[in-house]
T-cell receptor, first 117, second 120 residues
């Protein structure tokens, strides 16, 4: 069965510093991986996804994530954090085609990112 | 010109009542979803429709019944509301044109603003 873990409930970083929000996953075959951001009282917004191809994926608002198959990770990164990046971040995974998996997207528990001025 | 809209934004009701939440997308997408986010922010998919056909039906009480009158709309009807149904319900859509098989869905999902349901 597929699963996804976001090991940190909260990440604190100073504005201007690099940030990392961690995500690890488990799937039957090749994964489809996603990052979403949720601002307070808002719906989720798509940031980026990995389906196939380059392991380094660039997304919205200067975020990027690296697919690491050997470590089964897809950590979200940004070189220089902004106070406005403070939000709840969700990693999601599903099995890729022909993997025999459930193909239902599974979301992590979310990581609250707090960027201090 | 909101892409994915939901009504109502807030819904407060008594236990045992029946209520509906409406969702509309004007993106021309073929696939729509309903998600439930609980008080701890845990997000779980409930249903998905592709071009009015049900393709995901997770373990959800049969008090929840989705209805898709056309591919731009996916409404959620809930019978006999219970306290545990209190949550934020999100609608989403993705293009995934002609992808009737679950394993083929891969396009970006666009979420609505959510409906906060409170059952008293």
């Amino acid at each position: 069965a597929q699963s996804v873990a976001q090991p940190e409930d909260q990440v604190n970083v100073a504005e201007g510093n690099p940030l990392t929000v961690k995500c690890t996953y488990s799937v039957s075959g090749n994964p489809y991986l996603f990052w979403y951001v949720q601002y307070p009282n808002r719906g989720l917004q798509f940031l980026l996804k990995y389906i196939t191809g380059d392991n380094l994926v660039k997304g919205s608002y200067g975020f990027e994530a690296e697919f690491n198959k050997s470590q089964t990770s897809f950590h979200l990164k940004k070189p220089s954090a902004l106070v406005s990046d403070s939000a709840l971040y969700f990693c999601a995974v599903r099995d890729g085609p022909a993997s025999g998996g459930s193909y239902i997207p599974t979301f992590g528990r979310g990581t609250s990112l707090i960027v201090h001025p | 010109d909101t892409a994915v809209s939901q009504t109502p934004k807030y819904l407060v009701t008594q236990m045992g009542n029946d209520k509906s939440i409406k969702c509309e997308q004007n993106l021309g997408h073929d696939t729509m979803y309903w998600y439930k986010q609980d008080s701890k922010k845990f997000l779980k998919i409930m249903f998905s429709y592709n071009n009015k056909e049900l393709i995901i039906n997770e373990t959800v009480p049969n008090r929840f019944s989705p209805k898709s009158p056309d591919k731009a709309h996916l409404n959620l009807h809930i019978n006999s509301l219970e306290l545990g149904d209190s949550a934020v319900y999100f609608c989403a859509s993705s293009l995934d044109r002609g992808r009737r098989r679950l394993e083929e869905l891969s396009d970006t999902q666009y979420f609505g603003p959510g409906t906060r349901l409170t059952v008293l």
